[in-house]
């Protein structure tokens, strides 16, 4: 009996020590723990569940919205193969209102008033002085006028006045108060043809005004300045619908890669096209400028080319310019891919009419990059003849001591002048092509 109570305990023990030893493996000790592996950068842990953190950026107008642009399709694109050298645009009137003008002022009469050497407000405060309408400057004005009115209205009575002093006026009749400002506001109602609308616009940014709100739907413009824009634009709308022509140019920018370690040969295109289809051949400071016949056009041009090199477009687009006046392409605006030559810029001047007896677009074309002009060609030429810039190296845009970039790579310009001839209005608009564009050039 003993003997099995002995046992027992000594089963129950083994067991207890057992169970014991089972809760050894199940509780390592704390050293031996494992732990999920962890990155601390910059003070900050990061595992597969980490959040990601950037640094605070400020509050500015990111780059893909700030080169949001309603125009850039019309811009951008070139169909080569609908491509009309001459067009006939009619003549439409091109307005200029001002916008923000108020109520109308009360009909009273201006008699024998003189004023020498006053502000707008004194002058305008002198000549009200017996009425309910005061005067509240939104902005100082400094400049002083003298002048005599013998008889008119209120109204030529204070728009002469305010012209003088270069300020700009509203009338508010519920509180009987006239605003003066050294800024206005305009609307320009533009013509229907896009073309037109385009040179307008290019032309108004060369006069160095760029708030311009543009709406392509009803095809007016609205901008605002002071007295010196208004003018300026004024300028340009009077010399612009004095013009008989507006001149465009359709291009293509290519970089081209030879093949082998050297140049390619573009004397070669006196045998593959002719010499009848090589009209003139214009050096620059760098670079050639070929004037080259119709039969000479893009296509023809990439496969001359692929011969000795491979051809990328870089950009294409389009931009017009009122005969006589300057306008410009921006190459990295209308850029395929971010590149080193989409600093450049291609800047025109251009007029047609008669050049020594033969009627020529006669055009300057203007490289150049943030650091300064390129290069420079005059070119005479006929209409329906086109350009080719060759010659202008590849490392000219290169900012860098080394490159990857070969020595022989160089930038390649095709650009084919239009002609939009604004006629009469009352006709139609139209593209002119055999009989009637013989006619045109014959006239």
Not at 22 to 50: F, H, M, R, W
Not at 58 to 79: G, I, M
Not at 361 to 384: Q, W
Request: charged share 25%; with cysteine; proline share 4%.
């Amino acid at each position: 009996m003993a003997q099995n109570i002995v046992k027992k305990l000594i089963f129950g023990l083994a067991g207890i020590c057992v169970f014991m030893m089972a809760g050894c493996v199940k509780q390592p000790k704390p050293e031996q723990q494992l732990y999920d592996t962890i990155n601390v950068v910059e003070n900050v842990v990061i595992n597969e569940n980490s959040v990601p953190i950037f640094p605070k950026k400020a509050a500015l107008t990111t780059d893909t919205a700030q080169h949001f642009a309603l125009d850039l399709p019309k811009r951008c694109t070139v169909n080569w193969d609908n491509q009309s050298v001459v067009s006939v645009v009619p003549e439409e009137k091109i307005e200029i209102i001002r916008l923000d003008t108020g109520d109308a002022l009360p009909d009273l009469k201006v008699s024998d008033y003189n004023f020498k050497r006053l502000y707008v407000k004194d002058a305008l405060e002198k000549l009200l002085a017996d009425t309910d309408i005061s005067i509240v400057e939104d902005q100082a004005t400094f400049e002083k006028i003298s002048g005599e009115i013998s008889t008119g209205s209120l109204t030529d009575a204070v728009e002469l006045m305010t012209k003088m002093g270069r300020v700009y006026y509203s009338y508010d009749k519920e509180f009987g108060e006239i605003h003066l400002t050294g800024h206005g506001k305009w609307m320009i109602k533009m013509p229907k043809d896009e073309t037109m609308i385009m040179a307008i616009l290019d032309a108004m940014r060369g006069a160095d005004i760029h708030n311009l709100l543009v709406n392509w739907q009803d095809k007016t413009v609205v901008f605002d300045g002071d007295y010196q824009t208004e003018r300026e634009v004024a300028k340009i709308i009077t010399d612009v619908s004095s013009k008989k022509y507006v001149l465009a140019w359709d291009i293509d920018v290519y970089r081209v890669y030879p093949k082998t370690d050297s140049a390619i040969v573009w004397m070669n295109m006196l045998p593959a096209f002719g010499d009848k289809n090589i009209r003139m051949s214009i050096p620059g400071v760098v670079g050639r400028a070929l004037v080259v016949s119709p039969e000479i056009n893009t296509k023809t041009l990439q496969e001359f080319v692929s011969r000795q090199a491979s051809m990328v477009l870089i950009s294409q687009g389009t931009f017009a310019v009122p005969n006589g006046w300057q306008s410009r392409f921006d190459i990295g605006q209308c850029s395929k891919e971010d590149r080193l030559e989409t600093d450049l810029i291609i800047g025109a001047t251009g007029k047609y009419g008669n050049y020594g007896g033969y009627k020529k677009i006669d055009a300057k074309i203007v490289l150049s990059t943030s650091n300064g002009e390129l290069s420079s060609f005059t070119i005479p030429s006929s209409v329906g003849d086109n350009y080719v810039i060759v010659g202008i190296p590849t490392h000219s845009f290169v900012t860098t001591p080394e490159t990857l970039i070969s020595p022989f790579a160089e930038l390649v310009v095709f650009m084919s002048p239009r002609l939009i001839s604004i006629v009469d209005a009352g006709q139609k608009s139209t593209q002119l092509s055999g009989e009637e564009l013989r006619d045109f050039l014959n006239q």
